[in-house]
């Protein structure tokens, strides 16, 4: 273990799948991460809010470069809604919008047609809230500020939105629901659209990210487990180092090496003919970048051999 005084040789290349804790922002857990593995490189893909938990990818050292290549178009959450109050943030932490309404008299049938509606296809009006950009600011720092926020409706796709246990607190109802959707999707609009198309008001209570892309929570760890491993032997370890991750995130090509170095020189391979970005690995297994067919040729989307 290196000495206090000592430099410390950076790490290897890798993600870092790390179950973030409530009330911690992205930035707060990239901030964490930097002095557990001892490096400035570190980057994440995909923010939380940090009233969730979850999933959250880092990129350590040259896999920050792959952060932007990988296909964490779909997410999967576990999330609980109230139904019979709406707040200004449609979750727990904004200001009530009037008083609480009686929930008894909403049926378990129109609780299903509600959610029905919002899966599939669906446009959706984000929350307030949200880290979109308007006029340049954010639209959370707006709101905050007092300012009416007006985010125009987008497409998103909702796979999935079961219940999976209902609860009555006092006039409330708290749902807890599984919920697959894809990036761009807000489950705290979820929540206010379906208490709104029920005429009760709802809100998010609970949300926990349990999957972004081929992500998942078994391959995440905890902030406190990452700590141990640091004061154990001087550094955190990775949950996949750069030839795993793109082994997990991509379709592999295996090259000869004539046509390695070529790639890690960023010239072409000849097409592969398969649609998408592909990892390609060289005859030691390592990985050496990430193409694409276009124009008749395997081009380089990232070269990720070393200098």
Not at 23 to 37: E, F, I, Q
Not at 48 to 74: I, N
Not at 198 to 211: D, E, F, N, Q, S
Not at 264 to 283: D, E, S
């Amino acid at each position: 273990m290196a000495g206090r005084g000592e430099r410390r040789e950076p790490p290897p290349p890798g993600l870092l799948v790390v179950d973030k804790p409530a009330g911690w922002t992205s930035h707060d857990v990239v901030g964490r991460a930097r002095r557990l593995m001892g490096t400035r490189k570190v980057g994440h893909a995909g923010t939380l809010d940090p009233m969730a938990t979850g999933v959250l990818v880092l990129g350590v050292e040259r896999a920050t470069k792959l952060l932007g290549h990988l296909a964490l178009d779909t997410k999967s959450y576990l999330a609980t809604i109230r139904l019979g109050l709406a707040t200004g943030t449609d979750d727990a932490e904004g200001e009530p919008l009037g008083e609480p309404v009686d929930t008894g008299q909403v049926g378990e049938s129109a609780v299903a047609e509600g959610i029905r509606a919002l899966t599939g296809d669906i446009a959706q009006v984000p929350s307030s809230v949200s880290a979109i950009k308007v006029d340049g600011r954010r639209a959370y720092e707006r709101a905050r500020a007092g300012e009416d926020v007006a985010l125009a409706a987008r497409p998103v796709t909702v796979g999935r939105f079961d219940v999976l246990a209902t609860r009555t607190e006092g006039p409330f109802r708290d749902l807890d629901v599984l919920v697959d959707c894809s990036s761009g999707t807000y489950v705290r609009a979820l929540a206010r659209d379906l208490g709104a198309g029920l005429g009760v008001g709802g809100h998010l209570t609970a949300l926990r990210r349990t999957r972004v892309g081929p992500f998942t929570l078994a391959q995440a760890r905890t902030i406190e487990t990452l700590a141990q491993e640091e004061e154990a032997a001087g550094r955190a370890s990775l949950s996949l180092d750069l030839d795993a991750a793109v082994a997990v995130a991509f379709p592999r090509r295996d090259a000869d090496a004539d046509e390695a170095a070529g790639l890690a020189h960023g010239r072409p391979l000849p097409a592969g003919g398969r649609a998408g970005t592909v990892g390609v690995f060289g005859p030691d297994g390592h990985v050496v970048g990430l193409v694409a067919d276009d124009r008749g040729a395997a081009r380089p989307v990232l070269v990720l051999a070393p200098a």
